[in-house]
């Protein structure tokens, strides 16, 4: 199913004011600017009880917590933007965070973490793995429960989220008690269908990931890292509970979609769920796609069923 008429409109109009990475623009930094300069949407905020920006231990990573409305103890949800690991921030993000805080009523961290290629692979991930641990051990200190912790990210986002759930595996901790992975990037090898099929046309370009990963990764061999490419991970068994969103028209689709099976095939307990006709960063637009007011009510009811949370009113 190609993008209707009208998503065509939006992923074309979210193009027009988008950096030409990897072709007219090639310089991260250069990509940042025109990207904070470009017009932004006067959607008036998702409503959550408060929000506070901190510095973890005081020397990083930045994040922005998000608290919802009801009593405490309620359930942590870490949050990583996406961007290509080299663009985006708190900001960029804040909409999608609210979403998560309002629908699911949870404590949202979101995570500020090192961009490349100032600071390639494995930092993001390190700053993960650190904010995971930080929400954990700080959980009842912001009104949480430590053990209702989930991870969450989108595209770039995702990778980092369902890294942190590996790498509290492989270390013994943080426990987490789900991971919510909407368009995930799962591996560096961009050679499937989807980025065939979806290469233009769908807002993220094959070549656009082409240009993240060049930024990411400093030595090939990274590549092959389960924490750079959590698809190639050898053994996939004793993870938390998994939700895998994908979008049909997205070059990531397929990645996506063989990290749910592959999941699945070592008893994790996964949902995965394609949004047919959508394209790569549609889940915030739920003010112009119904497709993306669908993704926003399965992925709350999914993380609410998760972390023993109720509906909103």
Do not use: K
């Amino acid at each position: 199913m190609p993008l209707a008429p009208r998503a065509q409109r939006i992923a074309a109009a979210m193009t027009a004011g988008f950096p030409a990475i990897g072709a007219e623009v090639t310089d991260a930094a250069q990509a940042r600017r025109l990207l904070a300069a470009a017009p932004r949407p006067d959607l008036a905020p998702v409503p959550v009880a408060r929000t506070e920006d901190r510095v973890l231990g005081g020397t990083g990573p930045p994040v922005r917590i998000y608290w919802p409305d009801g009593a405490a103890p309620h359930p942590v949800t870490v949050f990583f933007h996406g961007g290509g690991f080299t663009l985006c921030g708190l900001d960029s993000h804040d909409r999608f965070c609210r979403i998560l805080v309002s629908g699911a009523g949870t404590i949202v961290v979101s995570v500020d973490y090192r961009l490349a290629p100032e600071h390639p692979f494995p930092a993001a991930v390190e700053d993960a793995r650190a904010a995971v641990a930080w929400a954990h051990a700080n959980a009842a200190a912001l009104g949480g429960d430590p053990g209702r912790l989930a991870v969450a990210g989108d595209s770039a986002g995702g990778a980092l989220a369902a890294v942190a759930c590996l790498a509290a595996r492989d270390h013994a901790g943080p426990p987490i008690a789900f991971q919510l992975l909407v368009y995930p990037v799962t591996d560096a090898g961009q050679d499937t269908a989807s980025y065939r099929e979806h290469a233009e046309g769908g807002f993220l370009t094959a070549a656009h990931m082409r240009w993240y990963w060049e930024q990411y990764l400093t030595d090939p061999s990274d590549a092959d890292h389960p924490y750079a490419s959590p698809l190639r991970a050898r053994d996939l068994s004793h993870l938390p509970p998994a939700f895998v969103l994908t979008a049909e028209c997205d070059p990531l689709r397929d990645e996506g979609e063989a990290y749910a099976a592959r999941l699945a095939e070592a008893g994790v307990p996964v949902e995965a769920r394609r949004f047919d006709g959508a394209f790569h960063g549609f889940f915030g637009l739920d003010h112009v796609l119904p497709v993306a007011v669908e993704a926003r009510r399965a992925t709350t009811e999914a993380l609410r069923a998760a972390l023993g949370t109720v509906p909103p009113p």
